[in-house]
C-alpha cells in the first residue's frame, strides 16, 4: 500500500454525498491507513465542534435516537443496502473511537428510519478497534461493548433472551422475571434477570473474567459443568489452560471504568497490565521479564496517550519499554505497533 497524502476535502465531499469514483477509494484507502490517524481524528473533532455550534445537539436529549443510530449500523440483517453515511461510519468509528458518537448522531438523525426484522434473523454488533459502542437491546437492557468485541442475537430476542459474545461487554439487563437474560461465550454462560455485570472473553486470551456490580448471577462453565452464584462484588475467574475456577471479593469500579473512557490498575501484575494495554490501545505488548507477579501497579488514566502511560509507568517501576511502529506487510496490510518491556537494572 502507497503512502498517499491527506485530503480532508475528499474526505468532506464524500460525507456530504458528493463524490466521484476516486474519492471514494481515496476514502477507502485513507481510512485503513494507519499513519493517517493523527489527522482523521483531527478532522473529526472539528467537524463535530461545527455541527456542535450550528445545532445546538444535546446528547442527554437524544438518547434514545442514539441508541438506535448504533442498532441500525451494527444490525447488518436489518437493512440490504447500505448508504454512504453508513461506510462513512464504520470507517470513522475505527480511527475516531467514541468521537464519532456525536458526528453519528448529528447525521442520523436526518436518515433515520424504521426497519422491520424478521424472526430467526440474527443481528449482529460489533465493536472495532479502538471503539466503544454503547447498544440497547429490544427488551430495554443497555450497555457498552469493548474493543475488538462483538455480540450476536436472534430476532425473536424479545420471547427468548439469548445473547453469545465474544469480547467484552457491560450489560445493565432490563428485570423480567418471567425471562431469564442469558449470555453465552465459547467457554461460559450466564443467567440473570435484571442485574449489572461484566464479562471478559477474549479468543486470543487465557482467561474469563465475570464481575458483577449489582443484583444476582449464576456463573456455568461448561467444559467443567459447575456453577456458581454470584454476589454484588464478586469476581470469578475462569483459566482457559489449567481449567480451573477463581473466585474473590474485588472493587467493581476497575473492572468497569472502561465504560467511562478510563484506564484504570489496582495492584495489577505486569502481565495483566500488557494485556490491557494491548486490548485498550490495539497494539502487541511483549514482555521479556520473569515474575511478572512481583511487579504490580496502581494508576488511573481518564484519557491518555499510549506513550504517556508508558512513561509513566517507566517512572513508577523498574521498567523500560521500546516502541516499534506499524510498518506494511508483504499482503499490503498495517501490522500492529509493538511494544517491549524489560527489566531495568538499578
Not at 476535502?9 to 466521484?20: H, L, P, R, S, V
Not at 465474544?166 to 467457554?187: H, L, Q, Y
Not at 469500579?253 to 489496582?266: A, H
Not at 504490580?296 to 496517550?305: G, L, V, Y
Request: one cysteine or more.
Amino acid at each position: 500500500m502507497a503512502n498517499i497524502g491527506f485530503d480532508s476535502e475528499k474526505i468532506d465531499q464524500y460525507y456530504k454525498d458528493i463524490y466521484t469514483l476516486e474519492d471514494e477509494l481515496y476514502v477507502n484507502q485513507i481510512f485503513q491507513d494507519e499513519t493517517k490517524e493523527r489527522e482523521l481524528r483531527n478532522l473529526l473533532s472539528k467537524q463535530f465542534d461545527e455541527l456542535n455550534a450550528e445545532d445546538e445537539i444535546s446528547d442527554k436529549n437524544l438518547d434514545k435516537i442514539l441508541y438506535r443510530i448504533h442498532y441500525e449500523i451494527n444490525c447488518k440483517n436489518a437493512a440490504q443496502k447500505s448508504n454512504p453515511f453508513d461506510r462513512w461510519a464504520k470507517w470513522a468509528t475505527r480511527i475516531a473511537g467514541i468521537l464519532i458518537i456525536p458526528i453519528a448522531l448529528f447525521a442520523g438523525i436526518r436518515s433515520y428510519k424504521e426497519t422491520q426484522l424478521k424472526k430467526g434473523s440474527w443481528i449482529e454488533i460489533k465493536a472495532p478497534a479502538w471503539t466503544r459502542i454503547q447498544f440497547r437491546l429490544p427488551d430495554g437492557t443497555m450497555g457498552w461493548l469493548n474493543s475488538n468485541s462483538s455480540l450476536t442475537y436472534n430476532g425473536n430476542f424479545t420471547s427468548d433472551r439469548q445473547i453469545n459474545l465474544s469480547g467484552e461487554a457491560f450489560f445493565n439487563v432490563f428485570k423480567d422475571k418471567k425471562r431469564p437474560f442469558v449470555v453465552n461465550t465459547n467457554e461460559i454462560s450466564v443467567k440473570v434477570l435484571g442485574t449489572r455485570f461484566n464479562i471478559a472473553s477474549y479468543a486470543n486470551e487465557n482467561k474469563v473474567e465475570v464481575v458483577l456490580q449489582e443484583g444476582k448471577l449464576v456463573f456455568n462453565s461448561k467444559r467443567l459443568n459447575q456453577s456458581y452464584v454470584l454476589k454484588p462484588n464478586d469476581l470469578v475467574v475462569y483459566d482457559k489452560t489449567s481449567e480451573k475456577i477463581n473466585t474473590e471479593i474485588v472493587q467493581p469500579v476497575k473492572y468497569l471504568s472502561w465504560t467511562q473512557g478510563k484506564l484504570v490498575f489496582r495492584n495489577d501484575p505486569l502481565d495483566v497490565i500488557a494485556r490491557r494495554l494491548e486490548r485498550w490501545y490495539n497494539v502487541s505488548v511483549e514482555i521479556d521479564v520473569k515474575n511478572t507477579e512481583n511487579i504490580r501497579w496502581r494508576a488511573t488514566f481518564p484519557d491518555e496517550s499510549l506513550e504517556n502511560v508508558l512513561l509513566f509507568l517507566k517512572h513508577s517501576l523498574p521498567v523500560n519499554y521500546k516502541i516499534e511502529n506499524p510498518y506494511i506487510k508483504q499482503d499490503g496490510t498495517y501490522s500492529k505497533k509493538k511494544v517491549t518491556l524489560t527489566l531495568r537494572n538499578e
